[in-house]
Structure formats: C-alpha cells, structure tokens
C-alpha cells in the first residue's frame, strides 16, 4: 500500500481543526501507519502523541474518510485512553502497554524544543 497517510492526517486537521489542534510532527511508521505529535488549544501545555493505523474497515473505508475521523479525534478530549509519557514529553495515546512508545524523528525533537 503506497500512501502518505500523514499527509492525509495534517490536511484534514489544517481544513476543519486548526483553530483546535496543532500538528507538531507526523511521519509514517510501517506501510498503513503514521504518528502524530500535536497540542490542542484545550489544554496547550500538554504535548500529545498518537500512532494510528489505517484498516479498510476504518471510517468510510478510503483513507480521507479516516483522515477526517482522526482529525475529529485529536480535536476532542482523551477522555479514559491509557497514555504514557515518553522521555521527551509527549504523552502517547492508546498505546498497548506492551509496545514501546514511537521515536519522534529529530525534526519533530526540534520542534518541541522551539529550534
């Protein structure tokens, strides 16, 4: 499967959610995967992270339509998800306790760090 689901994810955010969420980083991590590292103007001092993977079944089926529903779920409380915080601050979303936080890549480090 060749796709740029990332990209797919930041359109979707920039067209319905950028007054509510902003995109830090967001790279690709395996074929239908991708993480995202964003803050959201509900709580701007936490640094969130996520890794999200595409299924056909997911949303509509087509890969806007699950870009829509991720950018729809980064804009809203993360209510009782389990998260951890890695050792940069970002704090991971519904990541299985048995699988290790993503590695941000150094542009997205850079990032958080201001530079």
């Not at 779920?73 to 915080?85: D, F, H, K, V």
């Amino acid at each position: 499967m060749n796709m740029d689901l990332a990209r797919y994810i930041v359109d979707a955010v920039d067209r319905y959610w950028a007054g509510d969420v902003q995109i830090l980083g967001a790279w690709q991590d395996g074929p239908a995967a991708t993480c995202v590292v964003y803050r959201r103007t509900i709580d701007p001092t936490m640094t969130l992270g996520c890794r999200l993977e595409f299924h056909s079944d997911s949303a509509d089926g087509t890969i806007e339509g699950f870009a829509r529903a991720v950018a729809v779920n980064l804009a809203e409380p993360i209510g009782t998800a389990r998260s951890r915080q890695d050792q940069h601050g970002i704090v991971w979303v519904a990541v299985p306790e048995d699988r290790s936080t993503p590695a941000p890549p150094v542009k997205v480090l850079q990032e958080l760090a201001g530079r």
